[in-house]
């Protein structure tokens, strides 16, 4: 799978849209990016989920509630039993495998 590049900005990391619910024990593929200077760094974490929560970061810059940035956030436990957890931002995807 070969994610297209995304624009550089900062509002496409803040503005992430409504989160799909995955249930616990749904087998899930995560797909990040990460833009840089040349090129966007592209992640996938394939497992079956755990959790799914929104949980402040310790950012303050945002103005959001309680003055903190909340993101989604996906658990997943991938096949050799590691625990990832996954910020949904404007630019991850998950789809159900």
Do not use: Y
Not at 5 to 20: D, G, H
Not at 74 to 89: A, S
């Amino acid at each position: 799978m070969t994610a297209t590049p995304v624009a550089r900005s900062a509002a496409v990391l803040a503005a992430a849209p409504a989160a799909k619910v995955f249930a616990p024990g749904t087998r899930v593929r995560v797909t990040t990016q990460a833009p840089r200077q040349e090129g966007t760094f592209t992640c996938a974490v394939e497992g079956v989920v755990v959790s799914q929560t929104q949980k402040p970061t310790g950012s303050w810059f945002a103005h959001g509630k309680n003055d903190k940035l909340w993101l989604e956030r996906l658990t997943v436990r991938k096949d050799d039993g590691e625990l990832v957890v996954c910020n949904l931002d404007g630019l991850a995807s998950v789809e159900a495998i």
